[in-house]
């Protein structure tokens, strides 16, 4: 029991100190964005509404600024040799200049407020931060899409290429199957089939079954003998005549 007691105490704290850990850089930029929207509304005459604005930009561009730095170094690192490289040296001098420019910002607003007039010229700089950022993220974003779609499509090729290879492999099985029924066909009549290249076709069956109609059908033997093929087609072939020459209705009428 006691046992169980101090497992769960250790995972409470443990929980605990995750919580704090991500929550605390959340709050850590918030002291110098509440310095900054304060002296915007005191120095710049912000409507409150504007300094939160100002605040909140201060208080997420840090983080996305770091959060794309280290996204860029990571991909850097586990990327395979043929995977296009990130620009990290970009993403860190976003970094370099989102953190002057917030120095900026609390030294002219707080330090030294008689430099306030020339705090404005800053914000377009991290105007340029957060539209490069979204560059960056953009440009990303788009590299890991092309490696899942070309990841996929070498997968695809891979799968058609097995499919093809079993297709090949089953062809030449049923090809060997089909020489080996024809030989057993062929041997059962006493006369040998000939390979698939040289049988006759059903075309030539007609004509010769058409040229020697007042001599009766031909028989199952004389087809086998006579064309190569195997005794099953050679009753098909025979089959498929007579349903073929048998006179209609009309036409047996016509002829009395």
Same mark, same amino acid.
């Given at each position: 029991?006691?046992?169980?007691?101090?497992?769960?105490?250790?995972?409470?704290?443990?929980?605990?100190?995750?919580?704090?850990? $991500?929550?605390?850089?959340?709050? #850590?930029?918030?002291?110098?964005? /509440?310095?900054?929207?304060?002296?915007?509304?005191?120095?710049? @005459?912000?409507?409150?509404?504007?300094?939160?604005?100002?605040?909140?930009?201060?208080?997420?561009?840090?983080?996305?600024?770091?959060?794309?730095?280290?996204? %860029?170094?990571?991909?850097?690192?586990? $990327?395979? $040799?043929?995977?296009?490289?990130?620009?990290?040296?970009?993403?860190? +001098? %976003?970094?370099?200049? /989102?953190?002057?420019?917030?120095?900026?910002?609390?030294?002219?607003?707080?330090?030294?407020?008689?430099?306030?007039? /020339?705090?404005?010229?800053?914000?377009? %700089?991290?105007?340029?931060?957060?539209?490069?950022?979204? #560059?960056?993220? @953009?440009?990303?974003? *788009?590299?890991?899409?092309?490696?899942?779609?070309?990841?996929?499509?070498?997968?695809? =090729?891979?799968?058609?290429? *097995?499919?093809? +290879?079993?297709?090949?492999?089953?062809? +030449?099985? %049923? =090809?060997?199957?089909? +020489?080996?029924?024809? #030989?057993?066909?062929?041997?059962?009549?006493?006369?040998?089939?000939?390979?698939? #290249?040289?049988?006759?076709?059903?075309?030539?069956?007609?004509?010769?079954?058409?040229?020697?109609?007042?001599?009766?059908?031909?028989? =199952?033997?004389?087809?086998?003998?006579?064309?190569?093929?195997? $005794? *099953?087609?050679? /009753?098909?072939?025979?089959?498929?005549?007579?349903?073929?020459?048998?006179?209609?209705?009309?036409?047996?009428?016509? =002829? *009395?």
């Amino acid at each position: 029991m006691n046992r169980n007691s101090e497992a769960m105490k250790q995972l409470t704290e443990r929980n605990a100190v995750k919580f704090v850990a $991500k929550l605390s850089p959340w709050l #850590a930029p918030m002291p110098s964005a /509440y310095f900054v929207a304060r002296s915007s509304i005191t120095h710049l @005459a912000l409507p409150w509404p504007v300094a939160v604005i100002v605040a909140a930009i201060i208080e997420t561009l840090g983080l996305a600024t770091v959060h794309t730095a280290l996204w %860029l170094s990571d991909w850097n690192h586990t $990327k395979r $040799k043929v995977d296009p490289s990130a620009p990290t040296v970009i993403a860190l +001098a %976003l970094g370099a200049v /989102y953190l002057v420019t917030t120095l900026g910002l609390i030294v002219a607003l707080e330090v030294w407020p008689d430099l306030a007039t /020339y705090a404005p010229a800053l914000f377009p %700089l991290l105007a340029i931060v957060g539209t490069v950022n979204l #560059a960056l993220i @953009a440009n990303q974003e *788009r590299r890991e899409a092309e490696v899942v779609t070309e990841k996929a499509e070498r997968k695809t =090729a891979r799968k058609e290429s *097995r499919l093809r +290879a079993e297709t090949q492999r089953l062809d +030449a099985d %049923l =090809a060997q199957k089909d +020489a080996e029924f024809a #030989a057993q066909d062929g041997n059962a009549i006493g006369v040998p089939i000939m390979p698939m #290249a040289k049988r006759g076709t059903y075309t030539e069956f007609i004509s010769v079954q058409v040229a020697r109609d007042g001599n009766g059908p031909m028989s =199952a033997g004389e087809v086998v003998a006579q064309f190569g093929v195997p $005794k *099953r087609t050679a /009753y098909n072939w025979i089959s498929k005549y007579a349903a073929q020459s048998k006179p209609v209705p009309q036409a047996q009428e016509a =002829a *009395r």
